[in-house]
DNA sequence: TTGTAAGCGTTATCAC
DNA sequence: GTGATAACGCTTACAA
């Protein structure tokens, strides 16, 4: 391995010159300038990350942590974060958070001894004892969740997001409209989202009709068949992530009702997945990897000094084939 | 922070002591492991990883590199490499290979500064420029690909996949089976599985329609129609990716063509994405998950002897509702 | 069984 | 403008 050492012998100067010419700070001629990087070039020099990072107390590296690693819109947030990091010279390290809080606590201790830049937390909530084990010189930052006030979060407005998309149906003709909401335990976003459609539904003076899943594919069959168990005229779904509405979509279609003309189904998130069944899915699109990109810059504008970033960013609605309007 | 001199004076030893009883050596007696124990738990103390890893030569860090970090088969992988990287206590680093080697090289820098403890690379060959960007101390190898016998590699025999999945089809009675390849430039492996279409096309006299696509979804609704030109009587498409199966049962709906009735579709991978579709896509399935984990045991087998671990691993199909036996 | 001390490769403080 | 030198927090000979 080549060190600062080899460079400064071969530069026929110190290493803490070295060290200057390589950091881009002041204090060296041009001649000797040009003759360091002469050397660092020939050589195939690089500093050493760990040394650097135990003298700087800081390493360039941003933790992960998503609830699933595999699923399309924690891959869609890593994303952006991958790349704005890489952007700004920063490495990523990717971590899964448990069902219970202690697996994330465990990863966040890993990344305090790696001396992390930042923290980033896809989908969940940062609880006390996660905070705790990070340590208080990391910042921390969620994504995708609104967590109270008390820790920086980056999201859209959930509660209005479902409330749009509610009254997006309702404006369609739409009069009994049912919610196939998420696991309101893991993801705390369904509970706010479930209140946008509530509060949709009062004011337009119809009866709500809900079920409950868990974001997943595979929840959604049944849910839906409690759902249509509930009222079985039921001529709108609205399901709180893209993963369950295109299982609706391809359930409804299996149960041999036409989508959109026999049943709208609206999704939530705007993944990939919302455009892999057919019909392609209408959904409530969330800036998703503009939000990891937002997440990565904002985590370091303490140091470098962006402006401001926004916490709460604009959700959209993406009208595709599986919403029509009702023609009764 | 808490240092290991802290944890030497509460619990009255030297820091050398300590050492030995945190990495657990022998040398020390029950009872000075005792009070050792306690100060750490007291204080929280946690080793710091840059100072281990500078005094070591080597972090429990483990780089994966991914062409895409969201599509669902990079996802699948990398979900198997985080669980069983952190069940052996290593950290993932991630990082995304560009269309040029350069982009993948710099990363593999990155990772050589921070002393990883290996590398695994997802469906992307290694190019000695990759393979000397890394340095010669750190292990790498190559999942989901074959890469002649240059490197490690682990994944299924994609020639007789193919085979096998082609076999399948004509199996059913179709004759007139179109190839929906991926892009054989980016991804070697599609090159591969062409291969083994192509001789059971061949071993059966039957005569090959074949056309490109990218591997994503959007790739495929143009290229099936390149297919249908070439041959509107096609009774059967296999898609080497999952992607553009399920974008070719949609399509093919769109068209007004019945899946399976009027035509089988196969896909290739198992991913999740195989499931989104109705009907589900039949599918040759690799264990992407278990070729994450495996990649992770192997990587680390040099030191931890882990028994020898098989390179390539088996593939099988899945048979779901997008294929069916031509009824004549 | 335990402690002392050197050193991993860097940066930062201080002289010159 | 440049160079010694002292840390950063840890592991590991080597002594005791």
Do not use: C, W
């Not at 195939?44 to 609830?67: C, F, N, W």
């Not at 069902?99 to 890993?110: E, I």
């Not at 790696?114 to 905070?131: K, N, Q, W």
């Amino acid at each position: 391995m080549t060190t600062i050492r080899d460079v400064a012998r071969v530069a026929g100067v110190s290493p803490a010159t070295v060290s200057r010419v390589v950091n881009g700070l002041v204090g060296y001629s041009a001649e000797t300038q040009r003759r360091v990087e002469e050397a660092v070039e020939s050589l195939g020099y690089e500093p050493d990350s760990l040394a650097r990072g135990l003298k700087t107390k800081q390493t360039a590296v941003i933790g992960v942590l998503a609830p699933l690693v595999s699923d399309a819109l924690a891959s869609e947030i890593m994303s952006g974060v991958e790349s704005a990091a890489r952007l700004r010279g920063y490495s990523v390290m990717l971590g899964r958070t448990g069902p219970n809080s202690t697996f994330a606590a465990s990863y966040l201790r890993t990344l305090r001894t790696y001396r992390a830049a930042g923290v980033i937390l896809i989908s969940a909530a940062v609880t006390p004892d996660m905070r705790r084990a990070l340590g208080s010189g990391i910042p921390l930052m969620s994504v995708a969740i609104r967590d109270g006030q008390r820790f920086p979060s980056l999201a859209i407005d959930d509660e209005v997001a479902a409330y749009d998309g509610t009254r997006y149906l309702i404006g369609l003709g739409h009069r009994r409209i049912g919610l196939l909401a998420g696991d309101p335990a893991s993801v705390l976003v369904n509970t706010v989202r479930k209140r946008g459609y509530l509060r949709a539904m009062a004011e337009a003076r119809l009866s709500p009709v809900l079920e409950d899943g868990n974001s997943l594919y595979d929840s959604a069959p049944p849910a839906l068949a409690r759902l249509l168990a509930q009222d079985a005229g039921l001529t709108a779904v609205f399901a709180l992530s893209d993963e369950m509405g295109a299982a609706v979509v391809n359930e409804l279609q299996r149960m041999g009702r036409r989508v959109p003309d026999d049943i709208s189904v609206l999704g939530f998130d705007n993944t990939r997945t919302s455009q892999h069944v057919f019909p392609a899915l209408s959904t409530i699109a969330q800036p998703l990897e503009r939000m990891g990109e937002l997440a990565v810059e904002r985590l370091l504008a303490t140091e470098d000094s962006v402006g401001p970033v926004p916490r709460i960013l604009p959700h959209r609605l993406i009208e595709r084939g599986s919403t029509t309007s009702l023609t009764t």
